[in-house]
């Protein structure tokens, strides 16, 4: 990296680049800006259950992959079996309370279970949204097509501080990592 290039990179701050040190885009992407090349039509591989947070979840998990049971699509349960992420990965959410939100991303093709970007402390739970100082706060949103490999997530992050910043997260799955692209404020 060429000195000029190092001294803009640290004079934006490192909000201006994301994980792969592409630049920022200019306006929030689109789903159709990551389509996703390969949907899966065949039948789900059972979900690999390894981590103790996934096997606190495992009947969560597997009702997701095996019954379409907390899968989604154009916001409306499914309650069928395959992909709604990225052509062959499988989103399942489920509540767990007021306000809590819980995923798991499950990938069809190899039954490989992992979190969901944001996930607090290595476990399967979100953080709350929290727009505007709006007490308790509410479920993050999730956004995603099964045709693409980006997903919004609408969250405030640090919502235990005094002033908390809630902000939408466009994150992409790349290589099996999430790769945050762009990310805007909702306060």
């Not at 290039?5 to 934006?12: P, Q, Y």
């Not at 201006?16 to 990551?34: M, V, W």
């Not at 997260?169 to 945050?180: G, K």
Request: charged share 20%; hydrophobic share 40%.
């Amino acid at each position: 990296m060429d000195i000029g290039r190092f001294v803009l990179i640290i004079a934006l701050g490192i909000e201006a680049l994301n994980i792969s040190g592409q630049p920022k885009p200019k306006a929030a992407p689109r789903f159709e800006d990551y389509s996703a090349t390969d949907v899966f039509a065949g039948q789900p591989v059972p979900p690999k259950i390894v981590t103790s947070s996934h096997r606190r979840y495992r009947t969560r998990i597997r009702e997701g992959v095996e019954k379409g049971w907390g899968v989604f699509g154009d916001g409306v349960e499914q309650n069928k079996t395959g992909p709604n992420f990225a052509g062959d990965m499988i989103v399942i959410q489920w509540g767990c309370g007021a306000p809590c939100l819980m995923a798991a991303v499950v990938n069809a093709r190899t039954g490989e279970v992992s979190n969901p970007p944001l996930a607090i402390d290595d476990t399967l739970a979100l953080p709350i949204l929290n727009v505007g100082g709006d007490s308790p706060g509410r479920n993050p949103e999730l956004e995603f097509r099964k045709n693409s490999r980006l997903m919004i997530v609408s969250a405030t992050p640090k919502w235990f501080v005094k002033h908390p910043r809630s902000y939408r997260h466009y994150f992409v799955l790349e290589s099996n990592q999430w790769v945050l692209v762009y990310k805007q404020s909702l306060d």
